[in-house]
């Protein structure tokens, strides 16, 4: 997930380059929605290694 926000982030930057400044918009919101999609996948996963981790060592 986090490779196609940096794909759409650059396809923003290349967009607004040109002067397309519709696609660049379009491009960035899906660029930041797919950013915050992964940020919260990898806190839930984080925190579920986490309590794994504690289960398994038992402290």
Known sequence: MLKWALIFAVVAL????????????????????LFF???VGFLVFLVLGVMAGRKITGR
């Not at 290349?14 to 379009?26: C, E, I, P, S």
Request: positive net charge.
């Open 14 to 33: 290349v967009a607004a380059f040109f002067g397309f400044g519709g696609v660049a918009g379009v491009a960035a919101t899906i660029a930041k929605v």
């Open 37 to 39: 999609l992964f940020l």
